[in-house]
């Protein structure tokens, strides 16, 4: 099936891409997120953002939380290990056209996870620029460790949240000026969350240093981004990537994959880098071309 | 001085106690915290807590954020080392019978730091447990080096405040049920929280063990307690406390007391406790037996 509309359907936000004939005609996107929808039915959201589009001919092919108990319908999650091919059969039917993605989950003595929406960024990276470990950088910032199609284990980290959190709604964040963007910061703070494997001690001296003017108030943003980032990607190298992690793929946006290639280039790590946009949608057509069959 | 009136002053709350000749003869609270005046000038706040005592007779020892930038006076810290007999000579003068304790800093190479109110607690401390240790669990807690009387360094940690932002404000929180004391999965928490130094990994798995089932929803504040307090203790028993740690005095309300000192047994480490409140009145007692002089 080359004719489809794709649905990435986030916490915050909701965006929409009509294919015809395998060429993308329109992108839409609106604040629409599941958490935002204030008790309007997502039926209701999706025939609003999908206006013009022939809703009805072609399938639907929706992802993310949107398959969440807060969303449009609880999907269950396939259980890891499991192979991204199977996420094509794997899809659940929530209308006439429209279908839900499942997300993935992991349950093992260890650890125990779930994710939804990056398992399609996972099946379009894993044909784009298929690795060993994929990184996908956001609010929930996923580790992936797979062999060829196979996600055979993975861990979250809360590290966009946090960063927010701590910006918005802790002391350390209290009283900020405007943030303004601070490339030497964010280094200095990728090499001090690198280095120093005792993040939460770190985190207070953000304020202590802005007390006794160490650090400019106006770059706690910046500072803060680099401590959680380095210690993140220090962390994970060394608790998660092993043995050596090559080849590593890293699934993001333009501003924060440039964010995580400096933390990967100060430990060692080397990366390639998919745009995480392209990685859904090729995700998306490779579901959509198996609903041909 | 053996009558005077002790303030402790911090974020939240306010608490007074007059002491006529040694005794304690009254003790009040209110919700008055330096973060909830509300443009209430803390003269008269404390004119209305001190209300019926000999306010304009004896000296008002106060500690805390009242001596922030944000209190009443931005009292300078003293930078460590210091000596906490120093403490005494070095207050600030609000008013005629009014005194303000200053906090003290920490400002080398790999630690910036700060702290107002503990340095308090450590004076009694330093008199009634003295050790080479300490620590003061609360909102952010204190860890402490000292040699004697004298304060080598510390560190923070947000113990306090990330579980509050975590249950209150991330998504790991969000729409849980009214939580219940749960002895074993704070537990297990502990647990978790000592093995695994990556903590940043482990949050996300608060939330995905409620959505698969793994642990009851009710129980999520105890749990994601133990895994900071335990993640915690096992940090700074590595990283901050080092030759062996003995004595180490734990400063505490009775309820926090209890948590800590699961979590250091766990770890090897054993502690006395002290009294947080006791701590508190035993400095300001020194500091005013010095104001006689």
Request: net charge negative; glycine share 8%.
């Amino acid at each position: 099936m080359n004719s489809y509309i794709a649905i990435d359907w986030g916490s915050t936000h909701l965006r929409a891409w009509y294919y015809c004939d395998g060429v993308c005609e329109q992108a839409r996107r609106a604040e629409a997120g599941i958490t935002r929808l204030q008790g309007r039915p997502p039926a209701e959201v999706l025939e609003e953002i999908t206006r013009d589009w022939p809703r009805q001919a072609v399938p639907v092919i929706m992802a993310g939380m949107v398959g969440s108990d807060a969303g449009w319908m609880n999907v269950p999650y396939l259980p890891c290990p499991v192979s991204l091919d199977d996420l094509a059969a794997r899809l659940t039917r929530v209308d006439k056209h429209g279908w839900i993605v499942p997300g993935l989950s992991l349950h093992d003595r260890e650890n125990v996870n779930v994710m939804r929406g990056e398992e399609t960024q996972l099946l379009g990276a894993a044909r784009l620029c298929p690795a060993s470990y994929y990184v996908l950088p956001g609010t929930h910032c996923k580790w992936v460790r797979a062999d060829q199609q196979r996600i055979v284990a993975f861990r979250t980290v809360m590290t966009g949240e946090l960063h927010h959190l701590l910006l918005h709604h802790a002391l350390i964040g209290a009283g900020l000026p405007a943030q303004v963007a601070d490339a030497e910061a964010f280094r200095q703070g990728l090499e001090t969350g690198a280095q120093d494997r005792s993040l939460l001690s770190r985190l207070f001296e953000v304020r202590a240093a802005r007390l006794l003017g160490v650090r400019p108030a106006a770059s706690v943003s910046d500072f803060l981004s680099g401590l959680l980032i380095g210690h993140e990607v220090a962390l994970m190298a060394e608790t998660f990537m092993h043995p050596q992690p090559t080849p590593l793929t890293l699934i993001a946006s333009p501003a924060l994959a440039d964010r995580y290639l400096q933390a990967m280039a100060l430990g060692g790590l080397s990366a390639q880098w998919l745009d995480g946009d392209r990685a859904f949608q090729q995700g998306i057509r490779s579901i959509a071309h198996e609903l041909d069959h």
